[in-house]
């Protein structure tokens, strides 16, 4: 449903990705009111990174303590690993997507909400792709309100990393699909609706992020395929 490419779009809803330049990659608030919290637990395979307080990767551990991946120049452990992201939504601002990402995370029964599904598309230095629960491989999901349901606004935008914004197939076609930033993502903006962030300084949610962006490609499947599952939202909840 949702993957992306030109945009992110069903029957695989997708972004373009565009050439990304280091003078785009700031850091700008954007005027919200943060009110609901939410929470993902993700089990994955794959190195253990380091972050700063901005939540930028400062190391890649390497070893041989465990799995190791030979598909760069240097070799990196692969651990198993479990990490939480913490969410803040945007429900002042678009309380309708709020509610829909709210209540998705906070249903108990796999195939009916977040619980159990996985991020089916990570590619470096974009997002982090996830909430097709019912097929996982991005042309299923839906909202609380059905299948689809109408782009409330696009008051907020894509101006840093580390931002909540649904994936859509185009215009007012939202299901339970969204995206994490892990760049600016200025060319999303009246595209994709922005409803919430990883909570600012929130060190261990950011290394969660990065080190599942670790196991992505540029085509969006996982790295080391061989030894690695695609990472899973094994828990979620309110926080």
Same mark, same amino acid.
């Given at each position: 449903?949702?993957?992306?490419?030109?945009? $992110? @779009?069903?029957?695989?809803?997708?972004?373009?990705?565009? =050439?990304?330049?280091?003078?785009?990659?700031?850091? =700008? @608030?954007?005027?919200?009111?943060?009110?609901?919290?939410?929470?993902?637990?993700?089990?994955?395979?794959?190195?253990?990174?380091?972050?700063?307080?901005?939540?930028?990767?400062?190391?890649? =551990?390497?070893?041989?303590?465990?799995?190791?991946?030979?598909?760069?120049?240097?070799?990196?452990?692969?651990?198993?690993?479990?990490?939480?992201?913490?969410?803040?939504?945007?429900?002042?601002?678009?309380?309708?997507?709020?509610?829909?990402?709210?209540? $998705?995370?906070?249903?108990?029964?796999?195939?009916?909400?977040?619980?159990?599904?996985?991020?089916?598309?990570?590619?470096?230095?974009?997002?982090?792709?996830?909430?097709?629960?019912?097929?996982?491989?991005?042309?299923?999901?839906?909202? !609380?309100?059905?299948?689809?349901?109408?782009?409330?606004?696009?008051?907020?935008?894509?101006?840093?990393?580390?931002?909540?914004?649904?994936?859509?197939?185009?215009?007012?076609?939202?299901?339970?699909?969204?995206?994490?930033?892990? !760049?600016?993502?200025?060319?999303?903006?009246?595209?994709?609706?922005?409803?919430?962030?990883?909570?600012?300084?929130?060190?261990?949610?950011?290394?969660?992020?990065?080190?599942?962006?670790?196991?992505?490609?540029?085509?969006?499947?996982?790295?080391?395929?061989?030894? @690695?599952?695609?990472?899973? !939202?094994?828990?979620?909840?309110?926080?």
């Amino acid at each position: 449903m949702f993957a992306l490419r030109p945009r $992110l @779009a069903p029957p695989n809803t997708f972004f373009s990705v565009p =050439h990304l330049s280091n003078k785009s990659r700031q850091f =700008h @608030a954007s005027p919200a009111t943060m009110v609901q919290k939410v929470y993902f637990d993700v089990t994955w395979k794959g190195p253990k990174v380091e972050v700063d307080s901005k939540g930028t990767v400062t190391q890649v =551990h390497q070893g041989d303590v465990e799995e190791q991946s030979k598909d760069r120049k240097v070799d990196y452990t692969l651990l198993e690993q479990t990490g939480r992201i913490n969410f803040e939504l945007f429900d002042e601002t678009v309380p309708k997507t709020a509610k829909n990402f709210k209540e $998705l995370c906070t249903a108990t029964e796999k195939g009916k909400g977040y619980i159990g599904s996985k991020f089916h598309r990570v590619i470096p230095d974009f997002m982090l792709q996830a909430g097709d629960f019912t097929r996982g491989n991005g042309t299923g999901g839906h909202s !609380i309100y059905g299948d689809k349901f109408p782009d409330e606004n696009f008051k907020l935008k894509h101006t840093k990393p580390f931002l909540l914004s649904m994936a859509n197939a185009g215009p007012n076609t939202n299901g339970s699909q969204f995206f994490i930033t892990t !760049i600016v993502t200025s060319w999303l903006d009246g595209k994709h609706v922005v409803f919430g962030q990883v909570p600012d300084g929130d060190v261990e949610s950011y290394k969660t992020v990065r080190a599942i962006e670790v196991v992505g490609s540029g085509s969006g499947t996982t790295k080391y395929s061989k030894t @690695a599952n695609e990472p899973i !939202i094994s828990g979620c909840g309110e926080a």
